[in-house]
């Protein structure tokens, strides 16, 4: 609020000179008051404030008022928004209710181009006697059909401990991720925001800690939305912020969460399938140089940043995987994850990172190289302090073929080993 209070002082000083000014001033000239935050438990430090101050100078009451475009926000979705996985609250769905279909080609593969032999024939030694082609697996009750998909989508491994997927690049795509949306194929996208639907009903009437049975496994039952984050988008949106949410879950099953923050579905990016005669297919959404069908690109890190770019800012082609300039980039940032580092680097203003203990996220949040990155212990069940410095210095940064390697600044220099501080 400091450019309205030197506004305020300005004008009390021309009237106590006499300055026809004030006098003069219309009443609609006056700054728009800032939205303030209102929830004030969970923020650590001056992170509330360092959110307030941003807000105070983008919005509509501060000088991106003059601008022709709002400031954009994009925030990251599971476990930055919420606590919790909304993609693994559906899945693990669609497996307690069989609502995942058996490869009408008989060919697991076709369900993803990185699915290794070993892992499509561990799936239909399992599942494939259980339903005709086409047709639901009964997971409901066939535990070892559930066990296999649930382990290979949870673990990237089969149940007997092979990889699951292979030859894809660690920084466009998570093959285990884009799975779940691959699944929903034989689905319209209506009812795949069915199943959602049912997911976040049950979830956020389950307890805080509760589990539940999926195959032979308890696995994480309940999800919650954070109130410090609702409150953050609310305000955001008063303030004139173009608010955004990227998640890699599938896209419908984003679109039913968001609108429980105030977030409507146009306003979501998540794994988009291709559609074929009105049904989802094991096919995906391009962006940039990847084609549709070619699915080789998620929003998943740099996958995030072509999105966001192609999606909010109208940039096509290549372009789209690059950066852009400071007037075609978000100013608000916030996730919990190295899956987020690429859009989080973008943003102009501030990012605010979620702590989970994630390496290349909290060595680029530690190092705070430009000053522009805000560090909060997760508000619901926050995590520990890590008792070793994360690994910048040498494996914090994962490269495109997988392999560790140190973290590095936008100049080439080295992040030095980071100590976990804000927990």
């Known amino acids: 609020m400091q450019h309205r209070r030197r506004w305020q002082a300005a004008v009390a000083a021309l009237a106590m000179a006499g300055g026809g000014l004030v006098a003069a001033q219309p009443a609609q000239a006056r700054p728009e008051r800032c939205p303030a935050l209102s929830v004030t438990a969970g923020w650590y430090g001056a992170n509330r404030a360092s959110i307030q101050q941003l807000i105070d100078t983008y919005g509509r009451c501060g000088r991106a008022a003059e601008d022709r475009r709002p400031p954009v926000a994009v925030f990251d979705w599971d476990n930055t928004v919420i606590k919790n996985d909304v993609g693994d609250a559906t899945m693990f769905w669609l497996l307690r209710n069989s609502k995942i279909r058996r490869p009408a080609d008989r060919d697991w593969r076709s ?21 005709r082609p086409g047709r639901p697996l009964p997971t409901r009750t066939a535990t070892g059909c559930a066990d296999e998909i649930r382990t290979i989508y949870s673990e990237g491994e089969t149940t007997g401990g092979e990889a699951a997927f292979v030859g894809f690049d660690h920084r466009r795509m998570e093959p285990q991720y884009a799975w779940a949306a691959q699944l929903l194929r034989g689905w319209t996208t209506r009812q795949a925001e069915s199943f959602a639907a049912a997911a976040r009903a049950e979830n956020l009437a389950a307890p805080v800690g509760a589990v539940q049975r999926v195959g032979s496994a308890e696995v994480t039952g309940w999800v919650r939305y954070y109130d410090q984050q609702r409150d953050l988008v609310r305000t955001l949106q008063k303030a004139g912020f173009d608010v955004w ?6 896209e419908p099953v984003v679109d039913v969460w968001a609108r429980g923050a105030g977030i409507d579905a146009a306003h979501a990016l998540g794994i988009r399938n291709a559609t074929e005669r009105g049904r989802l297919t094991a096919h995906l959404a391009g962006c940039g140089t990847v084609r549709d069908g070619e699915d080789s690109m998620i929003t998943y890190i740099d996958g995030k940043r072509c999105w966001i770019n192609r999606e909010i800012f109208g940039v096509r082609g290549a372009a789209a995987e690059r950066i852009q300039p400071a007037h075609r980039r978000q100013v608000f940032a916030a996730g919990d994850s190295d899956t987020d580092i690429s859009f ?7 990012r605010l990172v979620l702590n989970r203990n994630k390496s290349e996220i909290m060595c680029r949040a530690y190092d705070n190289a430009d000053g522009r990155w805000i560090v909060n212990p997760m508000f619901i069940e926050p995590k520990g302090r890590l008792t070793t410095p994360y690994p910048c210095a040498t494996s914090g940064y994962t ?25």
């Not at 070993?118 to 030694?125: G, I, N, T």
């Not at 949410?245 to 599938?250: E, F, K, R």
């Open 344 to 350: 989080l680097r973008d943003a102009t203003g501030l």
């Open 111 to 131: 369900t993803s181009r990185y699915l290794t032999a070993p892992a499509a024939a561990d799936l239909s030694a399992a599942c494939d006697a259980t339903a």
């Open 399 to 423: 490269d495109p073929n997988g392999s560790p390697a140190p973290v590095r600044r936008a100049d080439g220099s080295v992040v030095p080993d980071q100590a976990d501080t804000v927990f």
């Open 245 to 250: 949410i990227t998640s890699a879950s599938p």
